[in-house]
């Protein structure tokens, strides 16, 4: 089978990139023919993987429109394929007949949102262009070609009640490194995200603020309104030196971090939660919302705090530091386990082989 991998860039590393390289991974020992359609002519992928590359776009108005043009270019880079496989986290569809597969991070509803949100302005034509473009990928979700598959049994759910569609929930890929079961010598609060607004990073200051140990932030930004975030935050921090922010950091640092700290706090709604995972490895208790994946993720009832609720939040953190929870870690490293980086590989290839059977069945019952 020919399969297309579509994604458009690798410029910052994150959950969905680790899933594409883990997906090439997974397929380079295949005899399906794979190829990567991409902007990015840096990436380091297997030998056995063909790579495409289209030239990126550069509008002064909006990464909105670049990325729309980008994905119109690789679709047609990719025509002969068999299957497209889109697992990039972006909404990213193309009118076509083949089959499309889209690898699911998120549930699409700030998508839905913007394109139900009325605008005015200088740049009221393009983002009524951009409405409209969201508008018809949007649709095209319901076709019968476009196989969803999603990231969390809550994301599965979510996509069943907004879009009436259903998808097989294959867990992201995570690297499970030897696990750290010491958490008495460790010390300090980590937190690792994004910097974006919906990651809610103003309520984690708000809760660590009058607790005199230190907390880490590490994140990425790429984008302006995620540098401007940074700063905001970093302003928001002038007064509290147990808190450090840190921006692009180097793996190594980020390791070291999650070994030296005793708790992994976070705040934000999440369709899975790669980093929540990487912080139980490194022997972190993790101190999350009473929401969203994060149940799956951290199935423990007394490890989650109520949603919004800072006092409960503070006070399971002090729980935390006290040792109170330390019993629970190494039953946490054992159902991590589950979110392998070997159990998704496993799974995505048993996927991709029952979608050739299926559709070899098709092509001869057509042919009869």
């Known amino acids: 089978m020919k399969i297309g991998i579509v994604h458009p860039s690798f410029d910052v590393i994150g959950g969905a990139e680790q899933t594409t390289l883990s997906l090439l991974d997974a397929l380079k020992n295949t005899s399906h023919q794979v190829t990567l359609y991409t902007t990015t002519k840096s990436i380091i992928i297997p030998s056995e993987i063909k790579i495409c590359y289209v030239n990126k776009n550069s509008f002064p108005i909006g990464w909105n429109l670049q990325r729309l043009l980008e994905v119109v270019k690789l679709f047609k880079k990719a025509k002969n394929e068999d299957v497209l496989f889109v697992s990039s986290g972006n909404l990213v569809l193309s009118n076509i007949r083949k089959v499309i597969i889209i690898y699911c991070h998120s549930t699409f509803e700030s998508e839905l949102k913007k394109s139900q949100k009325k605008n005015s302005g200088l740049f009221i034509i393009y983002h009524n262009y951009i409405k409209k473009r969201l508008k018809n990928q949007l649709k095209l ?12 049994n809550y994301t599965k759910e979510k996509f069943k009640e907004i879009f ?27 937190t690792i995200s994004r910097y ?20 880490k932030i590490f994140g990425n930004a790429k984008f302006s309104s995620q540098i401007n975030y940074y700063n905001h935050l970093q302003k928001l921090t002038n007064d509290q030196m147990q808190i450090e922010l840190f921006c692009n950091s180097k793996r190594d640092l980020i390791e070291n971090s999650l070994n030296s ?33 994060n149940k799956e993720i951290v199935p423990i ?56 059977n299926r559709m070899n069945k098709e092509n001869r019952n057509n042919n009869i």
């Open 141 to 152: 979700l319901e076709k019968v070609n476009v196989q969803l598959i999603t990231n969390s």
């Open 301 to 356: 009832n007394k490890l989650r705090y109520k949603e919004n609720d800072k006092n409960d939040a503070k006070r399971k953190i002090e729980f935390a530091l006290r040792g109170d929870f330390d019993k629970y870690l190494i039953e946490l490293q054992e159902y991590v386990k589950k979110f392998s980086q070997e159990n998704f590989q496993k799974n995505i290839i048993n996927y991709l082989d029952d979608l050739e």
């Open 164 to 190: 009436g569609k259903e998808s097989k929930v294959i867990f992201p890929p995570v690297k499970l490194k030897e696990r750290n079961k010491d958490n008495c010598k460790k010390y300090g609060i980590i």
């Open 196 to 215: 974006s607004p919906e990651k809610n990073l103003e309520y984690n200051l708000e809760v660590i603020k009058n607790l005199n140990i230190p907390y």
């Open 261 to 293: 700290s005793k708790i992994y706090f976070q705040s934000s709604k999440e369709t899975f939660g790669i980093s929540v995972i990487e912080g139980i490895m490194a022997g972190c208790i993790p101190i999350v919302p009473n929401n969203t994946a």
